[in-house]
């Protein structure tokens, strides 16, 4: 069972309940305390709050008629860096300068964290990312995404694209800001996986496909077993000495670097998917 954010034909925003392909809609007026999709995934008992208030009345829609909105109604979408030994090595090569950095926050306690959206900078599913027009060496960096309540707890799982410019990043760390935070620069969705329906996590796989005029222009894949940091870590960093009343979205890193000689260009097609939550699809502009 899945929850996501649609848009109806009529423009009016809704939650729906996804069970094997079918989408049911959810009466988000008949609990006042579960009005929005946050609502819900923050309760004690998402799926059974869900079940509760889903609109039994109208018959199931098809997957494949909605429109799905990000999955985020006001919390903050934060990253992880450096969590996957693929990105360390990738960072190390990019930034011979700073190489030394790169390692010690690999094997560090603390993990390198940032703010990478607020959630109107946030791009739908389908909806385009972007490259910077000043980035010569773009890509995308597909990471599990958690869904943590205001207390702190992991209450599900989604898709996200923390895209970055490397060639920004790579020519001096302190430019990270600009090479992962701009117009366009994160994207997360369709569905989120309540955490009592994931998988066990380790077996997880994440790939990455980026098509270039109906071509594959690259794939690559990776597990959560390669995951140098547990995500209750992550989450417990990212709660230590801050607030959420919101609760938020954290990206936990990516696993998948392409080879250096690739970079994005306009027209792309970027898919994620993650076993167990689905496929972020954006079109990159
Ligand atoms: O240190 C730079 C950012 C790392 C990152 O975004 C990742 O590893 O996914
Ligand atoms: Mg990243």
Same mark, same amino acid.
């Given at each position: 069972?899945?929850?996501?954010?649609v848009?109806?034909?009529d423009?009016?925003?809704?939650v729906v309940?996804v069970?094997?392909n079918?989408?049911?809609? $959810?009466?988000?007026?008949?609990?006042?305390a579960?009005?929005t999709l946050a609502?819900?995934?923050h309760?004690?008992?998402?799926?059974? #709050?869900?079940?509760?208030?889903?609109? &039994?009345?109208?018959t199931?829609e098809? @997957?494949?008629d909605?429109?799905?909105?990000?999955p985020?109604?006001h919390?903050?979408?934060?990253?992880?860096?450096?969590?996957?030994?693929?990105s360390? /090595?990738?960072?190390e090569?990019?930034s011979?300068?700073?190489?030394q950095?790169?390692?010690? $926050?690999?094997?560090?306690?603390?993990?390198?964290?940032?703010?990478? =959206? &607020?959630?109107?900078? /946030?791009?739908?599913?389908?909806e385009?990312v972007?490259?910077?027009a000043?980035?010569?060496?773009?890509?995308?960096?597909?990471? *599990?995404?958690?869904?943590?309540?205001p207390?702190?707890?992991?209450?599900?799982?989604?898709?996200?694209? %923390?895209?970055?410019?490397?060639?920004?990043?790579?020519?001096?760390?302190?430019? !990270?800001p600009?090479?992962?935070?701009?117009?366009?620069s994160?994207s997360?969705?369709? @569905? /989120?996986?309540?955490?009592?329906?994931?998988?066990?996590?380790?077996? /997880?796989e994440?790939?990455?496909?980026? =098509?270039?005029?109906?071509?594959?222009?690259?794939?690559?894949?990776?597990?959560? =077993?390669?995951m140098a940091?547990?995500?209750?870590?992550?989450?417990?960093? *990212?709660?230590?000495?801050?607030e959420?009343?919101?609760?938020?979205?954290?990206l936990?890193?990516?696993g998948?670097v392409?080879?250096?000689?690739? &970079? !994005?260009?306009?027209? %792309?097609?970027?898919?994620?998917?993650? #076993?167990?939550?689905?496929?972020?699809?954006?079109?990159?502009?």
């Open positions: 069972m899945q929850l996501g954010k848009r109806y034909k423009g009016a925003v809704g309940l069970e094997r079918s989408v049911f809609r $959810v009466d988000t007026t008949r609990d006042p579960l009005r609502d819900l995934l309760a004690p008992d998402p799926i059974g #709050a869900a079940n509760r208030i889903v609109d &039994t009345t109208a199931s098809r @997957l494949s909605q429109t799905f909105l990000a985020v109604d919390q903050e979408v934060w990253a992880a860096g450096v969590t996957y030994k693929r360390k /090595v990738a960072r090569e990019e011979k300068g700073a190489a950095f790169y390692d010690k $926050v690999y094997t560090a306690d603390r993990p390198e964290l940032f703010l990478k =959206a &607020t959630p109107a900078r /946030v791009v739908h599913p389908g385009p972007r490259i910077r000043d980035a010569k060496w773009s890509v995308p960096e597909p990471e *599990l995404a958690l869904v943590i309540s207390a702190g707890k992991i209450v599900g799982f989604t898709v996200g694209n %923390d895209m970055s410019s490397r060639d920004i990043e790579g020519e001096n760390p302190l430019y !990270l600009q090479a992962k935070i701009y117009k366009g994160c997360v969705g369709p @569905l /989120v996986t309540p955490i009592a329906a994931m998988p066990p996590l380790a077996g /997880v994440i790939k990455l496909v980026i =098509a270039r005029g109906g071509k594959t222009a690259f794939e690559g894949a990776t597990t959560l =077993a390669q940091r547990t995500v209750e870590s992550l989450a417990e960093w *990212l709660f230590r000495e801050n959420f009343p919101n609760g938020a979205l954290l936990t890193g990516t998948i392409p080879p250096d000689e690739f &970079t !994005l260009a306009h027209g %792309d097609d970027v898919s994620i998917s993650i #076993a167990g939550i689905g496929t972020l699809r954006n079109p990159v502009a």
